[in-house]
C-alpha cells in the first residue's frame, strides 16, 4: 500500500497523548479493526499499531519518546504519512494471561497462534471493563485454546478496546 500523508496535532486524553487519522486516511486501509502501519513523522519512521476508534478511522498512541525524537509540540500542526504493513509486532502478554497459559500447558498452542489471532485476544480481554469480566475472559481464553480455538468469537474488531482512552467501544476525543 503506497503512504497517505495528512497533516494532525497531538491529541490527549486521560493522560494518553495519541494521533487520530481523519476518516478519509482510514478509508483505504483493508480493515477498520487494527492494523500495523509503518508511520512516518519529522523523516523518521515507526512501526506501530493503528487501533479502531469505534467510528470508522484509526488512531495510535505517541509516547514521549516520539515526541522528543521529532521535537514535536502538541500545539502544532504537523505533516504524517502512514503505510499499511502486514509485519506485526507481537503483542506483550501480561502475566495475568501468561499464569493460565503456562499452569494449564498451553502456552505452546498460544505461541503457535498468529500474530493477529493473539492481538485479537489481547484486545478482547484488554475491553473488559472489570477485572472480574477480565479474568473471566481470560478463563473462556483458556476453554477455546483447549478446544483448538484459535480466535475470540462475537468481537467487533472495529471497536476501540483500550478503556483508558474510550468509553463504550469509541475513542474519547477531546473538544478540540
Known amino acids: 500500500m503506497a503512504a497517505i500523508a495528512f497533516k494532525s496535532k497531538i491529541q490527549e486524553t486521560n493522560g494518553f497523548s495519541f494521533i487520530h487519522l481523519p476518516g478519509w486516511v482510514s478509508k483505504d486501509f483493508s480493515s477498520r479493526g487494527m492494523i500495523y502501519c509503518d508511520v512516518v513523522i519529522a523523516g523518521k519512521t515507526f512501526r506501530l499499531p493503528l487501533e479502531p476508534d469505534g467510528m470508522g478511522s484509526h488512531w495510535f498512541y505517541i509516547d ?63 475491553f473488559a471493563v472489570s477485572p472480574a469480566t477480565r479474568k473471566k475472559r481470560i478463563d473462556i481464553l483458556c476453554e477455546k485454546m483447549k478446544k483448538g480455538i484459535k480466535r475470540p468469537c462475537c468481537f467487533d474488531y472495529s471497536r476501540c478496546t483500550d478503556n483508558r482512552v474510550c468509553k463504550s467501544g469509541v475513542l474519547d476525543l477531546p473538544n478540540m
Not at 506483550?92 to 505461541?111: C, H, T, V, Y
Open 64 to 126: 514521549d519518546e516520539i515526541i522528543e525524537e521529532c521535537k514535536l509540540s502538541d500545539t502544532t500542526e504537523f505533516e504524517i504519512s502512514v503505510a499499511q504493513t502486514s509485519n506485526w509486532s507481537e503483542p506483550r502478554l501480561p502475566s495475568d494471561m501468561e499464569i493460565p497459559l503456562n499452569d494449564l500447558g498451553l502456552i505452546g498452542i498460544w505461541e503457535g497462534l498468529t500474530t493477529k489471532a493473539k492481538w485479537q485476544w489481547f484486545r478482547w480481554i484488554r
